[in-house]
């Protein structure tokens, strides 16, 4: 069983650009979030997908955007890049088996964007 | 909306001592209720969940979690502590659009984590 795996590891952008995240969950697994952890702080929700479409979103703004694709694999991404959006982007699988069946949550090892 | 509050920012431990970590979450109504741990760098690994049934809840790497309802609290608990321990705790919460991945769905609410330190 393959576990959620993020990439890059690592990332320096500056200012004003946008950033492609990537995520591929865990085996078997068909929800997808999003969370951003600035330095010394606890996950914050960005949103999730689930059967490609996002159905759940954090305080977060319309620059913050993703994708889901078929093979539940997904996408963070970040335009107009502010520099209080470096951060630790953590990606999270689950499997939502219907109404009141969903599981616990996988995280990855997370991308550490840096803006400049 | 929920909130989670993990009072203790630092804690230092010797190494066999016992440990419990405190989490205090608000909400309405029974929550889901998380503990994950990350090492320096790192993700997030799960270390138990409570969704519904027996209050006490077993964990990986000898932890465990107790659920009271009457304080709103799930404290995470490990009779004897290793140097591996150290590392940084988060209570998380999900609401009641955690279970639905159809419209809303709420993510999960963690708290600021709770640093744990490990003296020989």
């Known amino acids: 069983e393959t576990g959620v795996t993020q990439s890059p590891t690592h990332l320096i952008k500056t200012r004003g650009q946008q950033v492609t995240l990537r995520c591929s969950s865990q085996?078997?697994?068909?929800?997808v979030s999003w969370y951003q952890q600035a330095l010394g702080q606890g996950p914050q929700f960005i949103f999730q997908y689930y059967r490609e479409e996002e159905n759940g979103r954090g305080n977060f703004p319309p620059r913050f955007s993703g994708l889901q694709f078929p093979n539940y694999s997904s996408e963070l991404n970040v335009n107009a890049l502010e520099l209080d959006d470096s951060a630790l982007y953590l990606c999270?699988?689950?499997?939502?088996?219907?109404?009141?069946?969903?599981?616990?949550?996988?995280f990855g090892q997370g991308t550490r964007l840096t803006v400049v | 909306a929920q909130s989670v509050t993990q009072p203790d920012i630092h804690i230092t431990v010797s190494e066999g001592a016992s440990l419990e970590l405190r989490c205090n979450y608000s909400y309405g109504a029974t929550p889901y209720l998380f503990w994950y741990v990350q090492s320096p760098g790192q993700g997030l690994q799960l270390l138990l969940k409570y969704f519904s049934g027996d209050t006490l809840v077993q964990g990986i790497k000898g932890f465990e979690a107790e659920f009271k309802r009457s304080q709103s609290s799930f404290n995470l608990r490990k009779p004897s502590v290793h140097w591996s321990d150290a590392a940084e705790y988060f209570c998380a919460v999900g609401g009641p659009k955690y279970m639905y991945s159809g419209g809303g769905a709420d993510g999960l609410t963690f708290g600021k984590g709770t640093h744990l330190i490990i003296q020989p």
């Open positions: 085996s078997g697994h068909n929800t």
């Open positions: 999270a699988s689950s499997l939502f088996r219907g109404r009141n069946m969903n599981t616990e949550a996988f």
